[in-house]
């Protein structure tokens, strides 16, 4: 039944892949397939579903910013983490760097570019890029991620942007690690390669508190969860996110790799990929399977 509505969910949400676009800037990125669709969803009662293109393998991109901030908190406490990057949606691109520059304020959160490099810089110099490796590959419970060093490279060659953005937080001393290694952290974590699948595994995670469903054991502090989930659902849609969370009504975070994480808490994790784009940076057809489903589901947060 599941997966029937799932197939209905993808063949519904297949016609708008034509009215977006993969992301270019980052070259590599341009290779991707715009016509590739998948849907996996992964329960608490321990089922797995799967429909369309959920093995093919691409890049994570900022979907990785749920991570370093889980991580972040873990390792340096809520406290340190908010005390230099914000909680407020920012309701700029997530590349903007217009508010840091006419304000003195620290970045408007840790789902947007300028957050996660200075979070970033919280983590690099405690846990070394392969621990956090292993780590991502525990939470999606995906031994098979690792670092797609074609997109790493063909970012690291197209960083202007994001340099100016760090080098900008040094100055306002919200950055106080090394720039170069902070972005280099940031680079590797958004060039980790995963699946409609790996993302399935870590909305289920956190639907599920932090506890791994699979071994029983628990990967992040409740609060943690708590915290990334909430930030998710007010910061994880870019500039999109308010009416995402009116119209969709569950926690999620997209990347520009056409990647979705959705958290329907406590009952299941979503996955989706679909590299077609809207102007936003979210996956087009991803954003309406997500819909879709929050409707035949009920899967809306505050569904009466
Ligand atoms: N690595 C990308 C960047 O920094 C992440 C963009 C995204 O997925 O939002 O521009």
Redesign the pocket.
């Known amino acids: 039944m599941i997966q029937e509505i799932m197939r209905e969910t993808l063949e519904n949400a297949r016609p708008a892949v034509a009215q977006g676009e993969v ?1 270019s ?2 070259p590599e990125l341009k290779k991707a397939d715009k016509n590739q669709l998948g849907l996996s969803i992964f329960t608490m009662e321990g089922e797995r579903y799967s429909v369309g293109d959920t093995k093919v393998r691409f890049s994570i ?3 990785s910013k749920v991570i370093s901030l889980a991580v972040a908190l873990e390792l340096c406490g809520f406290e340190t983490v908010f005390d230099q990057v914000g909680m407020e949606p920012s309701g700029d691109a ?2 903007s760097l217009v508010k840091l520059e006419i304000s003195d304020s620290h970045p408007s959160n840790p789902m947007i ?1 300028s957050g996660a490099i200075a979070v970033s810089g919280y983590i690099e110099p405690k846990i070394p890029f392969d621990q956090m490796l292993t780590f991502t590959r525990r939470l999606c419970m995906d031994p098979g991620i690792g670092l797609d060093s074609r997109v790493y490279e063909s ?1 690291m060659s197209h960083i202007s ?2 340099r100016a953005i760090a080098y900008l937080l040094e100055n306002k001393g919200v950055l106080r690690n090394d720039v170069e290694r902070t972005l280099d952290f ?2 590797k974590m ?1 060039s980790l390669s995963v699946t409609a699948e790996s993302l399935a595994g870590l909305g289920l995670l956190l639907a599920n508190g932090g506890v791994s469903p699979e071994t029983g054991v628990r990967l992040l502090k409740k609060k943690t969860v708590k915290v990334v989930k909430t930030i998710m659902l007010t910061c994880g849609m ?1 500039d999109g996110s308010g009416e995402f969370a009116i119209r969709v009504g569950i926690p999620s975070k ?4 056409g990647g979705i994480l959705a958290v329907a808490d406590k009952k299941m994790g979503i996955g989706i990929f679909g590299p077609s784009l809207d102007e936003k ?1 979210n996956s087009i057809a991803g954003e309406r399977m997500l819909q879709y489903l929050s409707e035949k589901l009920k899967l809306h947060m505050f569904e009466a």
């Open positions: 992301a800037y980052i991109q900022s979907i997530f590349n570019n970012e942007r994001n940031y680079v958004c870019y997209s990347g520009v790799g940076g």
